[in-house]
Structures are given as C-alpha cells and as structure tokens.
C-alpha cells in the first residue's frame, strides 16, 4: 500500500489507496473494480467518432439554416406562405445528412471495434488482453516490441528502447530500465518490460497534449474541403449585406411593399445559399466510409479519401508491402572452419525476443531447445541495424546488417555476401568478439528469402498505368530491396542508393532521383517523406512496422497493415484490415469517384450561387424587381440541382484528379451562370418594353432557367448511360408534370401570346450562348498562361534594363 491519491480538475473522482502489486501478481478484481467506480479509468479525452446528439446538432444548427429559419419566418409574416416550399428542400438535405451521418457512424465504430487496441494485462496472477480504455491506474501491463504506451507508466522489470517522438518530436530510441518513467504515446522499439500505470485518462501525459492542441488550434482542413469552406465563408459573409442592399433599394427606389419586397429579397438570399453542397460532400464521404469498411478498410480520418486519390507518390517498404510476412532460412553460410555457426546461433536466438518478422523466423528454424544464457541482451534496432547478446565468459556474439556488424572488414567479405543480396535474399552477419579483444571473428552468413506477394505485380502495374511514381524506402540492402522490386514489376528498380550516412541537400536530391533506397534508418524515411513533399509530390505512405512511425506520420496519407505493430495502426489514416495490400486500389478508385463526381456536382450548385449574386447585383445597380419567387427558386433547384447531384455524386468515376477543385468547380458553371443573366437579363427588357406582369414575367425566368439547368445536367450525363438517361428524361417530366398539376405551388403562372413569344426567342437562345461561352471559358486557361508569360518575359526585360 501506499500513499493517497486525489485529483480536484475531475470531481466525479474519489480517493484511493495506490497498489504497488508485483509483476506476476497485479491487481485483484476488486481492486480493478474500485478504481472504476472512482474514475480512475484510461478514458480517452477525445472520442474518434461524434455522438448521436453531436450529429444532430451539426446538422441542424448551421449559419445558412439559421438564414433559412430567419426567411420562413419573414415570409409567415407577410403571408407568403406557397413560397414556405423552400424549407421542404432543408429539412430533407437535413434528414439525409443526420441519417448517412449516422449510418457512417455505426459502420466505423463496428469496424473500429475489429481494430481496438488491446495489451497483456496482469490481474490476479494471469496475464489477459484488456482494452486501452479499460486499464486503470496501478495496473500492471507487460509491454513488447511495436506496443504502445497508452498510459503513462514505471518500469518495474525488464528493459526496452522507446521512441518518444509522437510526443516530444526527438526521434533517438531511449533505454528504459528498472524505475524509469514511460510516456504515454511513446512506443516501444524492441525489448520487452513489466510496468506500472501511473497516470490514466486525462492526467496523462498525451492526453495532456491533446487537450493543449485542442484548445490552441483546430485541425487543419486541405484540400477539397478547405476551399469549399473558403466558398461558403465568402458566400456567407456577401449575402448579408447585398440582401439588405436589395431590400433597400427596391422599397426606396421601386416604391415595393414590404410582402412582395420580402417574398423577392428571399428568392434572392436563397439563390446565393449552397444549400446542398456542404451537405453533399459530407454524404459523399460518408457513404464512402461505409464501402470502404465493406472492403476491410477503416479510415481514421475523411480528408485521407481526397488525399489519396490525388496521390502522385506511393512510398513502400520491402516486407509486408512488397513481399507478405513470411520469411525463410534459406541458407547459413559458414565464414570460418573453428566452429560450428549453427549452436552459436541457436544460442543467440534463444535469448532473443520474438519479437519482428527476422527472429521469428529464426527461432522456428532453430526449434524450442533450451540454450546457454546471455548475461545481457541488445534487442534488434532499425537505428544500429544489429543485435546482441553476451554470456558470461565475455563473449559477445552480434547479429545484423553485415555492413554495419563487419565494419572496416566488410568488404573482405564483400565477394561472398553480394551473389546472395542480388538473388534477392536478406543477408545476416554473425560475428563473435570478446571482452579482452575488440577484434571481431565472423562466423556465418544468414541469409533468408522474403516472398514477394502474388498480388504486388498486378497491384504495381495500377499505380504505373495511373501516373503514380513508386519509392521502396527499406531498411534492407538496396540490392536485396531493387530485386524484390523488380520482381513486383515496379518501374525504375534499378535506380537504387545505399543512403547509409546520407543526410540534408544529400538526401533531398536522392529522394528526387532514385526510387530504391536501401539501409535506411528511421529518421531518414522521414526526410525522403519530406524531400517529395517539398518538390510538391502528394505523397502516401505504407507501412507496418515501428520503423515506419515517423515516416507515416509526415506522409499526406499513411497507410498501415492491420497485421503490423499496434502504434503503426493507430497514427495511420487508413487500416487495411486484412494486410492486403492489393485492396489499395480499390480505395484509390473511391477516392477518386468521390473527388470527381463532387467536382462534378458542385459546379451545379454554383451556377445558381454565381446566376444569383450577379443578378442581385445587377438588380441593385439597374432598378428593377428581382424576377424570381423563393418558390420558383425550390423547383429549380430540386430539378436542376439536387437530385441530379446526389445521382451523379455516387456514380463509378476513376479519372485520375486534374487542377485544383475550385477553379475546375468555377470553370465549369461560369458559362451556364453566365447564359442565365444574358437570358434573365434580357426577359427583363423585354418584358418591360411588352408590358408583362411581373409575375408572367417571374414566370418565363423560371421555366427558361429550368432549361438552362437542364442543359447544363445534359453535359453532366455525356457519355449517357441507362441511370444518366433516367435522370435527365425523369428530372424533365417531373418539370412538365409540376407545372401542368402545381402550377400555383411553385408560383408559376399561365403565359399569354406576348410571353410565349418571349419564351420561344430566349429558349431557342440558349444552346447557341451557352456553347459560345464554354468554348470561350475553355480557351480562357490557355489565353491566361500566355498572358502570363508575356507578362514574366516583359518583367524580365524591364529588370535587365534597370542592371545596364
């Protein structure tokens, strides 16, 4: 027993009597039970998914739905109640977002549940795999090789290497012995130990981090979604002021009353509002979230989806990528005549921890027997490349990458080891040395082979056909890792480094110009991660192993095998449930849908959004009454927008991502936006000169926009297929049959000779305007560069001249 224990930032915490229990006994069941009752539970301070509440919430309480709220209520007021038809559109993008939101939800959090971290647990005197969130303080964890620390914790027996660098950024492996501290967060390279939790939940160390971050900053949005949230904010803050504006000038000026000023003021307001187009992003990735998990894979984060799919680099290791995770001794090669390697080495391997692919191989190959006992162990490290062990006479026996184990006699031994590295094998030195002597006698060569996966070829062969460049960055000899390569059929195998030793402008440049690097450490996957990137390569990372931590968390998208260590699987942002590296894919192919398809349907959205705002503008500049009803808007932008988007949005599109989102988005509704004002603004002359009712007038505007729309889902459709024609010929008729059956619910009126004639001009105006437009706005980017060249070439000439 020990002291006591309180802890006033959590009230719902009560005191208890500390436990230092012994490593093979830990804590009793009612010991356990205490300390849950009273709070003293790893409970993470940040859930991965969002409730139940939190989803409907979201949802409902946006800045555009609180506009939507505050114009219903406007309308009620005057008594506009047909034009309410607006709020139906709301409350059923509404309804889709919090049920897809929650379907999603459930999805992740059962597949989460098949990737829960777990550790060996000691409680009443049996070691038993216990979920994170469930240890408690004082509870003894037993901790391995590619575990980690999920809280902060004592080494009470046993010796480990720790990378701290997911918490304090210094990526050295740091030896833990009998009393020193672990960190939680931290993980354990090699080695195994006993220890005592010490902090659990919120007093943690990481968890400490964690909620420091959450309060200093929000995470980063890229990409997609982060210009999409630029639109809206822009969006947003414009509607306000040009709203009032509107309202302003039309009571002021055109001598309105306040229900037709505020009946048309709303149309206007609900023009510019996007809203369905957060919304279906949001379901867009929600629905692939829930395919992916149908595939076995988990993603940790959303924005990961759009990431990979723009990927142009794909960094690999050797093993468990590029071949599965199964090793063979395939041959051991004597290096001296003296002795015997092989009850050398079934002594080495006796000692050592099972505890990476190498030495479980080696342990199988050399049976259970019982061997002589080290007085001290090195466990293996990706930083040395070796490990050790030493028994009692001083002999010290070292197993290891033979250039960092031989050391200045390597190439003595050059001739024999490298026939074996280019038949593609991994080659151990064994060596032997003594206390009284530092000169090493090599005694064997191991050599192991490493399948290549069956799959890899076809998988490689993707990603080539898709312009995405491959990197194998392996901790292996470069020849053992450019054979394995070439095996898997990725391009550009032959261009390997050794980047023993390689580091700063060095590496940077390698990193650019070969696609094999072999005996590289840790640290170095890092910067050859962070070279690509800053040559503006979108770079994914796999891996499976502690050794590929650091690398994986610079990475834009990292991806880890289900079957490697538990840390790796924890900071990635996509699991491959089943270690199947031939699914990858597949999930580049949804990304790639989900991107394309909601570039597709986003510039539907903004030729209303872009139609609006400048027909608002013009309107306040030219004195006239806007021309829509908020009613007339619902149905355009039902027919034209809503259902056409959410159709396309989940059809199969695996184009590869070109340009960047909001100038395609742009790009691609300008001509439809801009035919509707030339159309608009010409029924408007034209109405006045005839002298049209403005409600005849409202009403050619709806119907000729609705065309427009309809040509723009047209170019959306090509190449047609059977769902594509069913969209457009079922989005017409339900056109045709709401305006012969509900006319009046959608505002819209019979027209008479004068308004058909009208009609009939601008209807037959609008293939012609808006295929002018369109070959216009695609010569635009061309004209642009040059002008942009001409521009350069002339600043140039401009600065030559100041130096004479």
Not at 253 to 277: F, R, S, Y
Request: one cysteine or more; charged letters at 20%.
């Amino acid at each position: 027993m020990g002291n006591k224990r309180s802890n006033d930032s959590l009230n719902r915490r009560k005191e208890i009597f500390r436990v230092h229990a012994e490593h093979e006994r830990g804590l009793s069941d009612e010991q356990v039970r205490e300390r849950l009752e009273s709070g003293w539970v790893n409970t993470p301070v940040d859930s991965p998914t969002k409730t139940v509440p939190q989803i409907i919430k979201s949802n409902v309480f946006t800045y555009f739905n609180m506009i939507f709220f505050i114009i219903a209520f406007a309308l009620i007021c005057v008594g506009s109640f047909n034009n309410l038809s607006f709020l139906l559109v709301v409350f059923i993008n509404l309804l889709i977002g919090i049920i897809q939101e929650i379907k999603a939800k459930k999805t992740l959090d059962s597949l989460s549940l098949l990737n829960e971290s777990t550790i060996v647990t000691v409680r009443n005197g049996k070691q038993v795999k216990v979920r994170t969130e469930r240890l408690v303080l004082d509870d003894i964890i037993f901790l391995g090789a590619g575990n980690q620390i999920c809280a902060d914790a004592v080494v009470i027996k046993g010796e480990v290497q720790v990378n701290e660098a997911l918490v304090t950024g210094e990526a050295d492996e740091i030896t833990k012995k009998h009393g020193d501290e672990l960190l939680s967060g931290s993980y354990v390279v090699s080695g195994s130990c006993f220890a005592r939790i010490t902090a659990v939940g919120s007093d943690s160390f990481v968890s400490k981090l964690t909620l420091g971050a959450k309060n200093a900053k929000k995470t980063k949005t890229a990409g997609m979604m982060l210009s999409l949230k630029r639109l809206i904010m822009v969006i947003g803050f414009l509607i306000i002021p040009l709203a009032i504006a509107l309202f302003t000038r039309q009571h002021i000026t055109l001598g309105l009353d306040v229900p037709a000023n505020v009946t048309q003021t709303a149309a206007a307001i609900i023009g510019m509002i996007p809203e369905g187009l957060y919304l279906l992003v949001n379901i867009t990735l929600a629905v692939s979230v829930i395919k992916l998990a149908k595939k076995d894979t988990l993603v940790h984060e959303l924005k990961c989806i759009e990431t990979l799919a723009r990927v142009d680099t794909l960094c690999v290791d050797k093993t468990g990528t590029i071949t599965d995770n199964s090793m063979l001794v395939s041959e051991i090669v004597p290096l001296t005549r003296d002795v015997d390697p092989n009850k050398l080495l079934a002594d080495f391997v006796y000692n050592m921890q099972d505890d990476n692919i190498t030495m479980h191989t080696l342990k199988s190959f050399y049976g259970a027997n019982e061997g002589r006992t080290a007085i001290s162990v090195m466990p293996f490290s990706s930083t040395t490349k070796m490990s050790s062990v030493t028994f009692s006479a001083g002999e010290k026996y070292t197993l290891g990458a033979p250039e960092y184990v031989l050391g200045d006699i390597y190439y003595s031994y050059k001739d024999v080891i490298l026939p074996y590295i280019l038949a593609g094998k991994r080659v151990l030195a064994f060596v032997r040395s003594t206390s009284e002597s530092s000169q090493l006698t090599p005694l064997a060569l191991v050599t192991l082979v490493n399948p290549v996966r069956p799959e890899a070829k076809d998988t490689f062969t993707y990603f080539a056909s898709q312009g995405v460049n491959i990197k194998v960055i392996s901790g292996d000899n470069p020849y053992t890792a450019a054979a394995a390569a070439k095996d898997a059929g990725i391009n550009g195998s032959d261009k390997l480094i050794d980047v023993t030793g390689l580091y700063g402008t060095e590496l940077e440049e390698a990193a650019i110009s070969y696609n094999v690097f072999g005996r590289v450490k840790p640290d170095q996957k890092r910067d050859i991660i962070r070279a690509l990137k800053k040559k503006g390569h979108t770079v994914a990372m796999t891996g499976d192993g502690v050794n590929d931590i650091l690398a994986m968390k610079d990475a834009d998208c990292s991806i880890a095998m289900a079957s490697g260590s538990d840390v790796t699987c924890q900071v990635a942002h996509l699991v491959l449930m089943k270690s199947q590296f031939s699914s990858l894919p597949s999930v580049v192919d949804e990304g790639r849908q989900v991107i394309n398809n909601i570039q597709r349907s986003a510039s539907l959205y903004l030729v209303k959004n872009i139609f609006s705002f400048l027909l608002a503008i013009c309107s306040i500049i030219a004195v006239f009454e806007y021309p829509l009803q908020p009613a007339q808007i619902s149905l355009i932008s039902l027919l034209t927008i809503g259902i056409p988007s959410f159709v396309l949005a989940l059809e199969p599109n695996h184009s590869r991502i070109r340009g960047k989102f909001l100038l395609n988005v742009i790009y691609s509704a300008l001509p439809a936006a801009l035919t509707n004002l030339i159309i608009v603004m010409g029924v408007v002359l034209f109405t006045k000169e005839f002298d049209i009712s403005s409600s005849m007038s409202s009403s050619i505007v709806a119907i000729l926009m609705s065309l427009v729309g309809f040509t723009m889902v047209f170019k959306m459709c090509r190449p047609f297929n059977i769902t594509r024609s069913i969209l457009l010929i079922g989005i017409m008729a339900l056109f045709v049959v709401s305006l012969i059956f509900l006319p009046e619910f959608f505002a819209v009126t019979s027209l008479n000779y004068r308004g058909w004639l009208i009609f009939s001009v601008f209807a037959l105006l609008i293939p012609s305007v808006i295929y002018t437009l369109s070959k216009a706005f695609d010569k635009f980017p061309d004209f642009l560069s040059v002008m942009i060249e001409k521009l350069i070439s002339l600043l140039k000439g401009i600065n030559k001249n100041f130096d004479r």
